[in-house]
Structure formats: C-alpha cells, structure tokens
C-alpha cells in the first residue's frame, strides 16, 4: 500500500478530528499531497493540497479556515486537521499523491489511499 490513511471517525458538530496519511513513494518530497472527499452520490472533491515546499492550496468555499493540511517529509506523512466540523463535511476521505505543484485536479493525482471515513453528526 503506497498512501495510508487513518483517523477517521464519528464526531459531533463542531468537533475536531486529525486524519493521517502515511507514504511508501519515493521520494516523498517531490510529491505534492492533497486530501480529496466525497460524500454518498456525489463526485470526489478538492479539499486541500500540499506542495513539495509547503505551500498549502484550500477549497476555500467549503474548509478554508477550518482545515488545516501539513506535511512532514522527515517521516513521509501529511495530515489534515479539521476543526469545526459540520455534517455537510461527512463524506470518505482521500490522501493523494502528485508530481504536478499542489493541483486541485483529480485527474492530477496518480496516487491514492484506500480512504477513511469521516461522519459528522447535527
């Protein structure tokens, strides 16, 4: 398994959780990474990218200010921290893996995780 993801959960409204992703590519460090989800009958969504230096890229209608996506190329993870959690934000999450810089394209994303679920209750 090249992308693990963990840290899903059931949480209520308002709360918080912390979803991890551990990599096998190599070398992680050129890889821009990107947290994608989707939600029961929609389309996989953009949620928030990471490039190689750290620049961050946010779907800013829907978790900017609340999500929070950080690396740490040292042990080749990337993390999404997600505050102020609704119940629109219900949905299987996805860490991905890019060589193109923090794109907020599915088609981009070579890799991808086996997804970990994310339900948040009103």
């Known amino acids: 398994v090249q992308l693990q993801a963990s840290g899903g959960g059931l949480v209520q409204a308002g709360g918080s959780l912390t979803l991890s992703c551990r990599a096998s590519i190599r070398p992680f460090a050129e890889y821009s990474m990107a947290w994608f989800r989707q939600a029961p009958g929609k389309e996989r969504a953009f949620v928030a990218a990471?490039?190689?230096?750290?620049?961050?890229?946010y779907d800013e209608d829907s978790v900017k200010g609340r999500f929070t996506i950080s690396r740490d190329n040292a042990k080749n993870t990337v993390t999404l921290q997600m505050n102020s959690l609704k119940p629109e934000d219900t949905a299987v999450y996805y860490c991905s893996a890019s060589l193109a810089y923090s794109s907020t394209n599915y088609g981009d994303y070579s890799r991808w995780g086996q997804g970990t679920q994310v339900t948040v209750s009103s």
């Open positions: 990471i490039s190689w230096g750290g620049g961050v890229t």
